[in-house]
């Protein structure tokens, strides 16, 4: 399973972009790269997912440069809700997949 | 998109006791589900890989006999911790993953906020 590194925590203000950048040096040729966000007291919710280039949802867009080495999760115009911890995950799709944390990125939203 | 529940959202019990915590996987079939333990403040620790009709997996340092896991059918997983104590106070959440071509995510539960006093 492909290790990651992320920053311990950021902050940022309303309606600026945040970008989250992800280190998965050892990530393997099957493997997707996965973005969970979790507020307190609840369990992670997705909120993209992308193998190479850029992908982009209603929520976020993620980035991901040619060597698939490192990714960038980016949320346009941040509110105070999305105030949350962050991880970034990279594993091979499948249902009997593990799904391994690493530390995760606490993003802080002021106003 | 799928959903899968977690009963009870918080739980307290005295210590010595025994409690068990349901995940289900309410609008698909979940071969494999998983079972994870946070700590506040901490990232997510995987503790078990619970297979349906199998036993299940455990993760190193996690005690089996202490975390029983019982997945006795494609859409509910159960934890049960044996004689709790206060160091197992912690939130306890599942995830679940394929069935219907849903392969590429897993879907959290809400997660249980175990309290041993």
């Known amino acids: 399973l492909a290790k990651t590194t992320q920053p311990i925590s950021m902050d940022s203000y309303e309606g600026q972009e945040v970008n989250i950048t992800c280190s998965h040096n050892n990530i393997a040729t099957n493997d997707y790269i996965t973005w969970y966000q979790q507020f307190p007291s609840q369990g992670p919710r997705f909120i993209i997912q992308g193998y190479k280039t850029k992908v982009t949802n209603e929520v976020a867009s993620l980035f991901i440069p040619a060597d698939r080495k490192s990714s960038t999760l980016s949320l346009p115009r941040v509110s105070l809700s999305d105030t949350a911890v962050y991880y970034c995950l990279v594993g091979a799709v499948g249902s009997a997949s593990k799904i391994i944390f690493g530390s995760g990125t606490r993003l802080s939203i002021r106003p | 998109g799928a959903v899968v529940s977690q009963h009870p959202s918080r739980v307290i019990c005295k210590s010595g006791t025994s409690v068990k915590i349901e995940c289900r996987s309410l609008d698909f079939q979940a071969t494999t589900m998983f079972w994870y333990r946070q700590f506040p403040k901490q990232s997510l620790m995987l503790m078990a890989t619970s297979n349906e009709g199998s036993k299940a997996t455990y993760e190193q340092g996690v005690e089996k006999d202490k975390f029983l896991i019982n997945h006795a059918s494609l859409t509910l997983s159960t934890l049960t911790v044996t004689s709790a104590h206060p160091e197992d106070s912690s939130f306890y959440i599942c995830?679940?993953?394929?069935?219907?071509?849903?392969?590429?995510?897993?879907?959290f539960g809400q997660g249980t906020r175990l309290t041993v006093v």
């Open positions: 995830s679940a993953s394929g069935g219907r071509g849903m392969n590429t995510e897993a879907f």
